[in-house]
């Protein structure tokens, strides 16, 4: 399916929109409390999806890219409504600075998870991603690979300690803003 996207196909898109568009959703709100404005992020990861098709490397899925990107576009909104609110000014220098880094540090962050994810086994990597990417429930990843939802919640738990463990032994390289954003899926 996403070799289609590299072709433009606009089929592709539109099931790569329909199968991930309710969990990008709730993770922007996770951040976000305005439904309307949450619905304005969603709507540009997805126009920044369409953007990027042709540099993405979508071998994994496009899962981990739309996550990144709808965490970033929520932290950028927040950091906007911040600064409006306390009117504070920030050089320009500084400003561009974070700008210039921004799109360096995004991609680390995804590529950090990648690597982490695929440390892990191929069952727990399928848990993983039906539940924290996916966004489906214990229950619905139980009944999709035909075994318990205890052994989901397990593979889940013991997953997420396999990645915070991968990570923290590459903190050096990852931000603490990347570490938060890591953790709210951990």
Not at 2 to 23: C, K, N, P, R
Not at 109 to 115: K, Q, V, Y
Not at 116 to 124: E, F, G, H, N, V
Not at 154 to 163: F, K
Request: charged fraction near 25%.
């Amino acid at each position: 399916m996403t070799s289609f996207l590299h072709s433009a196909d606009v089929i592709a898109f539109d099931e790569i929109y329909h199968q991930y568009h309710h969990a990008v959703f709730k993770n922007i709100r996770r951040l976000i409390d305005q439904h309307d404005i949450a619905e304005d992020i969603l709507q540009e990861v997805f126009l920044a999806f369409w953007s990027s098709r042709h540099q993405l490397d979508l071998r994994q899925g496009p899962g981990n890219w739309l996550f990144v990107v709808s965490y970033n576009k929520s932290l950028q909104y927040l950091k906007k409504a911040a600064t409006e609110q306390s009117r504070l000014a920030v050089y320009p220098a500084i400003r561009d600075a974070v700008e210039d880094d921004h799109a360096f540090l995004r991609e680390s962050r995804l590529a950090l998870l990648n690597e982490a994810i695929d440390q892990l086994s191929p069952r727990k990597k399928e848990v993983f991603q039906l539940c924290r990417l996916e966004g489906k429930s214990a229950v619905e990843a139980a009944r999709i690979l035909g075994i318990s939802h205890h052994t989901v919640k397990e593979y889940l738990q013991s997953s997420s300690e396999a990645i915070r463990s991968y990570i923290a032994s590459s903190q050096a390289a990852l931000p603490i803003l990347g570490a938060l954003f890591l953790s709210s899926y951990l």
